[in-house]
């Protein structure tokens, strides 16, 4: 079911579109070569507590999840690019690093994630993250009421086939609210002028991610980590977007970007 939000909720929305955005600003400056990917689950797992927020994520288990994912952060490092569970590996010079977090703020929930490379980075690593971000752009231009779902998605793939990338459509962006996924479903690629129609107070998280060199992927042992079938490396970018009269508003925006 499709919800649409009042305006008075989408400001009560606002706290955690700001938390999340502070969490993943710490997570990025404290990331650097030799960090543990625990280390970086406790950093935001200690935000979380000390802003009397929940995680969204500790008791999550959707049917495509091997058990509950028991910890707060997604970090999927080079050939892994979604859903990657944090484990006992610290980050070497050049890793490419993607970080999803989504909490809840006094009932509401905001999700967001970004991708950085530690150390000293490949070229091709830093254009990836570019166009993921710029696809990010673009989708959440079109995300303007009269539009379509179809509009956000055509958005998307149109950057990322630019510079010649394919696109999987099994994961995307979702509906945010009460809950981290809900309606509608927002693929990274799609037809304009389809799907749903736009409305003021769809709340959604918009997140293009794109490998290097494939769309295939398979679930790693650890019963969650996504990872490229040819071990390309990944990037993902994500905003919670407000669809409103005056425009799109990025609940989840950083300062620095």
Known sequence: MIELRTPTQIEQMKPAGRFVADVLTALREHAAVGVNLLELDELAHKMIKDRGAESCYIDYHPSFGAMPFGKVLCTSVNDGVLHGLPFDYKLADGDLLS??????????????????????????????????????????????????????????????????????????GH????????????????????????????????????????????????????????????AHMEHTVAITEDGPLILTARERD
Do not use: C
Request: proline share 4%; hydrophobic share 40%; aromatic share 6%.
């Open 99 to 172: 970080v999803d977090f989504a909490a809840s703020v006094d009932g509401w929930v905001a999700d967001s994630a970004l991708s950085l490379v530690v150390g000293t980075p490949r070229q091709e690593d830093l254009d990836l993250i570019e166009t993921t971000t710029q696809a990010l752009a673009a989708g959440i231009d079109a995300a303007r009421v009269g539009n379509k779902v179809g509009d956000i998605s055509h958005a998307i793939a149109s950057v990322a086939r630019a510079k010649g990338l394919k696109i999987n459509t099994q994961f995307g």
């Open 175 to 234: 509906g945010v609210g009460r809950t981290m996924h809900g309606d509608p479903h927002i693929a990274n690629d799609g037809r304009p002028g389809r799907g749903f129609k736009l409305q003021p107070g769809l709340v959604i998280a918009i997140e293009p991610w794109f490998l290097h060199t494939t769309d295939e992927i398979f679930t790693d042992p650890d019963g969650w980590t996504l990872r490229s079938a040819d071990g390309s490396r990944g």
